[in-house]
Structure formats: C-alpha cells, structure tokens
C-alpha cells in the first residue's frame, strides 16, 4: 500500500477506532508490520501516553524520534539475536541517545514473538 492510500483509506479509519478505545480507558497496541520510517508523521497523531507501537521492521531510532514523547515502542529484535547474540549485540540496536545518556530509561524489548508460559517477570 502506498503512503498516499495508508493516509487516504486505511489510518482514519484505524485511527478512528483507536480513538474509540481509548476513550474507553484502554491503552492500544498497533502492529506496524513492515518498514514505516515513511508513515511515523501521520501516526504520531493519537493521545499521549495511550498507544503502544509494536514495530517489525521500522529503524527504531527513527521511532523515537518521531514517538518517543507519545508512545511506547518495541519491537524489531530478530529471535536469532536473543537466543544466539550477546548482550552487546542487542545493545547495539539501541538508539544512540539510549546508550550514551546515562540516564537510566526503562526498554520494551521484544522479540517478535507472542510470550508463552515459559516467560516469567523479572
């Protein structure tokens, strides 16, 4: 879908139900399958603190650029680098401005796939 029909045909309408829900009191979590650097100005526009965005293959410094004040993001961690990569190489995918801060900031690290009974809190 091209970025004028995602605009034209598929987000109001998304984005009228998400509205919808929020209103209800719920958060909403939005799965951006795919690239969507090219998409991250027309879906900044939801209430802050209200959406979660779950991207799958979206430069995540781009994101938080464009969402960092908004929304919650995660996603776009391959499986194969949890299971087989060291903790560096998942630092690695960081923002810049994550790693060299010194603050301390609190991560939704996921690795696209759906926990299971295995996954415990920590």
């Known amino acids: ?3 004028e029909q995602f605009k034209t045909f598929y987000w109001p309408t998304l984005r009228r139900v998400s509205l919808a829900l929020i209103e209800e009191g719920f958060i909403v979590r939005m799965f951006a399958e795919g690239g969507y650097e090219s998409r991250l100005d ?3 526009d939801l209430p802050r603190g209200k959406v979660i965005w779950y991207f799958d293959r979206t ?3 781009k994101a938080k ?3 960092g004040d908004i929304a919650c993001i995660m996603g776009n961690v391959p ?3 949890i299971h087989s990569g060291t903790a560096a190489d ?3 995918l960081l923002p810049a401005a994550d ?3 010194g603050q301390r900031r609190r991560l939704y690290l996921d690795d ?3 926990p299971g009974p295995q996954c415990q809190s920590r």
Do not use: G, P
Request: glycine share 0%; hydrophobic share 40%.
């Open 42 to 44: 027309i879906i900044c």
């Open 65 to 67: 650029e464009k969402l």
């Open 112 to 114: 696209r796939r759906q």
């Open 90 to 92: 998942v630092e690695a």
């Open 79 to 81: 499986v194969s680098l």
């Open 99 to 101: 790693r060299d801060s």
């Open 1 to 3: 879908m091209s970025d």
């Open 59 to 61: 430069d995540m410094a």
